[in-house]
């Protein structure tokens, strides 16, 4: 059946009319699809913004691709923050329990007051915390603004291809509710298949 040609019988007619609705429901739901998958994508890990050297702490600079195939916890950390302080523990014995099974951690000290700024006193905190993982200085909120960060402390969860699963606010202890939540996430996301 033409569609530029009149009908012939009431059958043509409906036929007609119902070739032509579902034609335009079918694209309208495949324009709905598109549009939906363009604004919920998921993120991807934006690259890390500082590439000197001396803007990290224990490595050289790394890039995101440094990490494919692994799962990653970035901490946003700031050293005179309190909820970040009593945060550290946790983490750390979360990195040594979870460093077995594929997860890497990255520190990201986003600095709230310019006494902050120092690499030197940032290195000397990191030290002082016991962290063995990398941490970069992003003293120019640069990675703070990629991320669109707005609060210390702040844990991103990566999967093994990059894409950022997750983020948790605040102060996180050993046991408690956020604390099982992340550990729950990282368990799926080791899990997954990259």
């Known amino acids: 059946m033409k569609f530029h040609q009149p009908c012939q019988t009431n059958k043509q007619c409906a036929t007609k009319v119902l070739l032509i609705l579902f034609r335009s429901w079918v694209m309208r739901y495949l324009w ?15 690259e890390f913004t500082q590439r000197s050297p001396a803007a990290w702490i224990n490595s050289p600079p790394l890039k995101v691709a440094d990490f494919k195939g692994s799962v990653l916890l970035l901490d946003i950390w700031t050293f005179e923050c309190w909820n970040c302080y009593r945060s550290f523990p946790w983490l750390n014995d979360l990195s040594a329990r979870f460093a077995g099974r594929g997860l890497k951690v990255v520190g990201i000290h986003s600095p709230e007051f310019d006494r902050e700024r120092a690499p030197a006193a940032v290195a000397a905190k990191a030290a002082e915390f016991g962290f063995k993982h990398p941490v ?56 997954e298949r990259p």
């Open 136 to 191: 970069m200085i992003d003293n120019d909120f640069a990675y703070w603004k990629a991320l669109n960060n707005q609060y210390w402390p702040s844990f991103y969860l990566v999967d093994k291809r990059g894409v950022i699963r997750q983020r948790f606010v605040g102060e996180t202890h050993q046991g408690d509710a956020q604390a099982q939540k992340i550990e729950a996430a990282l368990n799926a996301l080791l899990l």
């Open 32 to 46: 709905v699809l598109l549009f939906c998958s363009y604004c919920y994508a998921e993120p991807a890990l934006p």
